[in-house]
């Protein structure tokens, strides 16, 4: 029953393309562009951060950005693991739209051919993981940081068939989850306190390297994923 419900739901929502192909070509921009569709969950986020500069606030704050790096290195982890489905784009023997606008080649490289499943979305994980920390800091920017991932992010990642309903869902579940340890259990926020009072008057060191990790959260952590493949190189070398 879920498997029909999510099926009709990708064919809902990916069976507009086509109408209007001015709408396809500004959707498959946002979602496209690292910077269009991360510049405005990390505009909220900065925002949240300068606008309560109190200990609390940043603590919250850093510990959703911590569990951000669990959440999307996580759900990269299971997508390459386990086979629940192929990716839509992917898949010869679905019935899909493809959208004019989209370059296939980058889909069709060796990489992307040995990983076909698409569950959970990372990208869907990594947006809804900010989102969420944001909202654990500001109601009102954390709204706004949910509508935008919702609307620019994750769905326009089923109407062009990167992903089903399913992808989309488990990414947000996934990002709830490892947000709620990381934001809510008192331990956790007490470290990131500890941390923070630990900088004192030295706080930008820990900004500049905050700046650093969200350039790399807007690739999806490619830096931080080629760094942990080198690993097992490197200590082979060191043998």
Same mark, same amino acid.
């Given at each position: 029953m879920?498997?029909?419900?999510?099926?009709?739901?990708?064919?809902?929502?990916n069976?507009? /393309?086509?109408?209007?192909?001015?709408?396809?070509? /500004? *959707?498959?921009?946002?979602s496209?562009?690292?910077?269009?569709?991360?510049?405005v969950?990390?505009?909220?986020l900065?925002? $949240?951060?300068?606008?309560?500069?109190?200990?609390?606030?940043? $603590?919250?704050?850093l510990?959703?950005?911590m569990?951000?790096?669990?959440?999307t290195?996580?759900?990269?982890f299971?997508?390459?693991?386990?086979? /629940?489905?192929?990716?839509?784009?992917?898949?010869?023997?679905?019935?899909?739209?493809?959208?004019?606008?989209i370059?296939?080649?980058?889909?069709?490289?060796?990489?992307?051919?040995?990983?076909? &499943?698409?569950?959970?979305?990372?990208?869907?994980? #990594?947006?809804?993981?900010?989102?969420?920390?944001?909202?654990?800091? &500001?109601?009102?920017?954390?709204?706004?940081a949910?509508?935008?991932?919702l609307f620019?992010?994750?769905?326009?990642?089923?109407?062009?068939?990167?992903?089903?309903?399913?992808?989309?869902?488990?990414?947000?579940?996934?990002?709830?989850?490892?947000? #709620?340890?990381?934001?809510?259990i &008192?331990?956790?926020?007490?470290?990131?306190?500890?941390?923070?009072?630990?900088?004192? $008057?030295k706080d930008?060191?820990?900004?500049?390297?905050?700046f650093?990790?969200?350039?790399? #959260?807007?690739?999806?952590? *490619?830096?931080?994923?080629? $760094?942990?493949?080198?690993?097992?190189?490197?200590?082979?070398?060191?043998?």
């Amino acid at each position: 029953m879920f498997a029909n419900l999510d099926a009709a739901l990708f064919h809902l929502l990916n069976g507009l /393309i086509g109408k209007w192909p001015l709408i396809d070509k /500004i *959707v498959h921009t946002i979602s496209d562009d690292l910077f269009l569709r991360g510049a405005v969950i990390f505009f909220l986020l900065w925002t $949240a951060w300068f606008k309560d500069v109190s200990i609390r606030n940043r $603590a919250v704050l850093l510990c959703g950005l911590m569990g951000t790096c669990v959440a999307t290195l996580t759900s990269v982890f299971v997508q390459h693991s386990v086979m /629940i489905h192929a990716r839509p784009l992917l898949d010869a023997h679905l019935d899909k739209k493809i959208a004019p606008v989209i370059d296939l080649s980058p889909w069709m490289t060796a990489e992307s051919l040995r990983h076909l &499943n698409s569950f959970p979305s990372d990208t869907a994980t #990594m947006y809804f993981s900010l989102a969420i920390a944001i909202a654990c800091s &500001n109601k009102r920017l954390g709204a706004a940081a949910l509508a935008w991932t919702l609307f620019a992010i994750a769905l326009p990642r089923v109407y062009l068939a990167y992903h089903y309903p399913s992808d989309i869902l488990g990414g947000f579940l996934l990002a709830l989850a490892v947000q #709620m340890v990381f934001t809510r259990i &008192n331990a956790v926020r007490s470290a990131a306190e500890k941390v923070l009072l630990a900088f004192g $008057a030295k706080d930008y060191l820990l900004q500049a390297l905050m700046f650093v990790l969200v350039m790399d #959260m807007a690739n999806l952590f *490619v830096g931080v994923r080629h $760094a942990l493949r080198s690993i097992p190189v490197v200590i082979a070398l060191l043998h």
